[in-house]
């Protein structure tokens, strides 16, 4: 760690010895043929070269440059004794600020201030360890100085650690926002959209922008209990950030209320304190969920459009909709079960059920890869291992009926994974009735070691969703 102070320069002589030893490791770490030998021995000190540079940074020893960081708004001030040479080979911002003088005053935000040191020692060591909420300064720090390698490792860390709590993700997406960062920000809204649940129910839902709220109501892969509890979620972010009637109203309108049943609409129009105020902007979408829910689906697709996203179920976790399924060791042999749901969220369809066979194969091989026993000649081929296969799902509808014309399944499975202590969603996977499985199910999951992040307790937890998709059988006539 670089000391705060003064800290008296010692000899050049210990730093070129170092920089000499960085050469010879380099030179080491090549192949000779001696004696006859197919190859050398490497010889690795690249540990000593560590060393010394922690060493040199923590004594300063033959320091060149001194950096003078001040807290903004504080008298606070961090003095780092530093090399030059090893700043201006990681920032071009560094080289050009300290070519011409061998001091510096720097002034930076607060909690970038107090992580400057660490973001130092990155740039003599190249490494260091991250907190949670050590991510936005020390990326800040990086995007800054033009460190590029440690804005990649920060930004891989936020994206590896978004699951780690609910508030980060809200956090780091509107730092992402800001930034620029397209795949930070992606990042943070698939986790959002994966456990908008958890989210919902945390402080940090008050902090949501109405930009991201909106991002979020137009997705179809939410995953939550069901429509009705988007719209109190929806109706507590109105309640906390209180936006203008126009961002109130907008929102209001992204509800599918006809995923609703009809006695909850009535009873959102009764008591919910948003639609009394704001009733009127969605009064045309409360009347269209009526009539959806009143006529049968192949009446309503002759005089309507049924393929707007208002008709598309998102994730619902609601039996009506899946069932959760647990599978102890996984990696052992195949597994099956079976589940219903409701035909379709119309309340015509609220009484019928599909029953859904599904079976699972840790190690599945496509027919390329399937055993030949003997080749033309009959000379026995070796079998396919079973470290060859892959994990596979198939979900198909134990019977097909007439039930269910004018209507597709689009099947969702969601892999629950255990980050700090928390089950949250990891992976989804979803295709459709022409497909009975997803050909990229667990694909590059490794079921076989205990600690893989795809198993909890030695166990895979899935959550199987279908989703009713309505086509319009008859266009509306003109």
């Known amino acids: 760690m670089p000391r705060i102070g003064n800290s008296k320069p010692g000899s050049w002589g210990s730093f070129w010895a170092m920089l000499t030893l960085v050469g010879l490791v380099t030179r080491a770490a090549q192949r ?19 060393q010394r540079l922690q060493e040199l940074l923590r004594q300063g020893n033959a320091s060149d440059v001194v950096l ?13 004794h530093a090399h030059r040479l090893l700043l201006g080979l990681h920032s071009e911002l560094f080289r050009e600020l300290l070519s011409n003088q061998s001091e510096a005053a720097l002034q930076e935000p607060r909690d970038c201030a ?39 490792g920060v930004a891989d860390y936020m994206r590896a650690h978004l699951a780690g709590g609910v508030g980060p993700a809200v956090g780091w997406y509107h730092y992402a926002v800001g930034t620029g960062d397209e795949a930070l920000r992606e990042s943070c809204l698939q986790f959002l959209a994966w456990n908008l649940s958890a989210v919902a129910a945390s402080a940090e839902w008050g902090a949501v922008s109405p930009e991201l709220l909106w991002q979020l109501l137009q997705r179809s892969d939410l995953v939550l209990q069901d429509e009705l509890e988007l719209f109190h979620a929806l109706e507590a972010w109105l309640g906390r950030a209180r936006p203008s009637p ?30 009394a ?50 599978i102890n060791n996984p990696a052992r042999d195949d597994r099956s079960t079976s589940f219903q749901t409701q035909l379709g969220p119309s309340g015509h369809d609220a009484g ?107 166990a895979l937890h899935l959550h199987l969703i279908v989703k009713p998709v309505y086509h319009t059988l008859i266009r509306t006539p003109k």
């Not at 992204?254 to 008591?271: E, G, K, S, T």
């Not at 009975?436 to 307790?457: C, K, M, P, T």
Request: net charge positive.
């Open 114 to 152: 107090a992580v400057f040191d660490k973001f130092i020692r990155y740039l003599y060591c190249g490494e260091l360890t991250v907190l949670l909420a050590q991510a936005i300064p020390l990326h800040r720090l990086a995007t800054k100085y033009g460190v590029a390698s440690l804005q990649r």
């Open 277 to 326: 105020r704001h009733g009127p902007a969605v009064a045309d979408l409360l009347l269209q969920a009526y009539q959806f829910h009143a006529a049968s689906p192949l009446h309503y697709a002759k005089f309507f459009d049924v393929n707007g996203s208002a008709f598309l179920p998102r994730n619902y976790l609601a039996p009506a909709w899946g069932a959760p399924w647990v």
């Open 352 to 458: 019928r059920r599909v029953t859904w066979n599904v079976l699972f194969s840790p190690r599945w091989l496509p027919v390329s890869l399937r055993p030949v026993y003997a080749d033309a000649a009959g000379t026995a081929l070796p079998a396919a291992r079973p470290e060859d296969g892959r994990p596979r799902l198939v979900v198909t509808p134990a019977s097909s009926g007439g039930d269910a014309a004018g209507v597709s399944f689009q099947k969702t499975v969601l892999v629950g994974a255990r980050q700090q202590g928390r089950l949250v969603v990891r992976h989804a996977y979803s295709f459709h009735q022409s497909s009975e499985e997803a050909g990229d199910f667990l694909a590059h999951a490794d079921l076989q070691r205990r600690n893989s992040e795809y198993l909890v307790e030695n």
């Open 68 to 80: 003078r960081v001040q807290a903004a708004g504080t008298d606070e001030v961090r003095v780092f």
């Open 32 to 50: 000779a043929d001696v004696g006859g030998e197919a190859a050398g021995t490497s010889i690795n000190h690249s540990q000593v070269v560590l």
């Open 246 to 275: 126009a961002v109130a109203e907008r929102a209001l309108r992204a509800i599918r209320y006809p995923m609703i049943p009809p006695a909850q609409l009535f009873q959102l129009q009764a008591r919910s304190a948003a639609l």
